[in-house]
């Protein structure tokens, strides 16, 4: 991307915005503006609530031990412009959060992922309730479809569902069931696709890297790609085009079968869980960097 002023602030009351490089390479997707926000500890996901049009930041806290269950992690609030609005806005008291990592909202609810189970909060009333997923050993990504919840842990090389995905009041014990194990996809990223389809990217290590994958209903995961690297958030355009994040190279890029990987931004140590966010220029995909413990803003133009 194009130089950006850098400007300081701290956390809590402003934040610390920096153009960097990028690389716009697609004809119809072009990069209008990329500035970073710092002033966190080590952010893993950052997921869009349309209802109030802010983000919320899965936080490891100040240690980057992904593994650790030391009550350290924390969900932040944080305006488009990248302010924080509340620090550390869940858990509430009497809730103890580790290493949260992937983040789902839907209406006035937040699903998030922390090591070996999932919570649900109402983010109205912060209330929540932890739901314990017995095998799952790194729980990466929740995705909600159909009123049911999946989850992605790519250590155990794994996808299990949870019904109903909203089990907050639910008297009764919710359903978790494995939909696939073992085919050496090391789930990470996933998201709704087109025609009920689920969609993943994989992500293991530098030797071993992983595809785009999809799973029709009551089908076999297939690669859509060719292995591209150590993948991790991933949302589907309007168009069916890919936008992913990869660790090997440092980057968001676009993907489509015609064209194959066009790296849209680079410079990152570790891309993680981004989302995306509608608007008059096009998309605004707010990236994390779980190893810089920071958030790029990503202006793109359609």
Not at 102 to 123: A, C, E, H, P, Y
Not at 131 to 154: C, H, K, Q, R
Not at 245 to 252: K, N, Y
Request: aromatic content about 8%.
């Amino acid at each position: 991307m194009n130089k950006m002023i850098f400007v300081t602030m701290t956390l809590g009351s402003f934040a610390a915005f920096q153009l960097t490089t990028t690389i716009a390479s697609s004809k119809d997707v072009k990069v209008i503006s990329d500035k970073t926000v710092t002033g966190f500890g080590h952010v893993e996901s950052v997921a869009y609530d349309p209802i109030e049009k802010v983000f919320y930041t899965g936080d490891f806290g100040p240690d980057l031990k992904p593994a650790d269950k030391d009550g350290k992690g924390k969900i932040t609030k944080v305006s488009l412009d990248g302010k924080i609005i509340e620090d550390g806005f869940l858990p509430a008291k009497g809730q103890v959060l580790n290493k949260p990592k992937g983040i789902w909202i839907s209406g006035n609810r937040l699903w998030v992922t922390d090591i070996d189970s999932v919570w649900v909060f109402n983010l109205k009333s912060k209330e929540g309730k932890k739901l314990e997923l017995p095998g799952v050993t790194f729980a990466n990504d929740p995705t909600v479809m159909g009123g049911a919840l999946y989850i992605s842990d790519n250590r155990s090389d794994q996808v299990v569902r949870v019904e109903p995905a909203d089990f907050l009041s639910s008297k009764a014990a919710p359903k978790i069931s494995v939909i696939f194990k073992d085919k050496s996809i090391n789930p990470n990223g996933l998201y709704p696709g087109k025609n009920g389809s689920l969609l993943m990217v994989g992500f293991k290590d530098k030797d071993n890297p992983r595809a785009i994958y999809s799973m029709a209903p009551r089908k076999e995961p297939v690669p859509l790609s060719d292995n591209i690297g150590m993948l991790d958030g991933l949302y589907q355009m309007q168009s069916g085009d890919i936008l992913a994040t990869d660790w090997m190279s440092g980057s968001l890029f676009r993907w489509n079968k015609k064209d194959g990987v066009q790296k849209l931004a680079s410079g990152f140590k570790g891309p993680a869980d981004f989302c995306v966010v509608p608007n008059k220029q096009g998309l605004l995909v707010a990236v994390p960097d779980l190893v810089k413990g920071e958030i790029r803003l990503i202006q793109l133009g359609m």
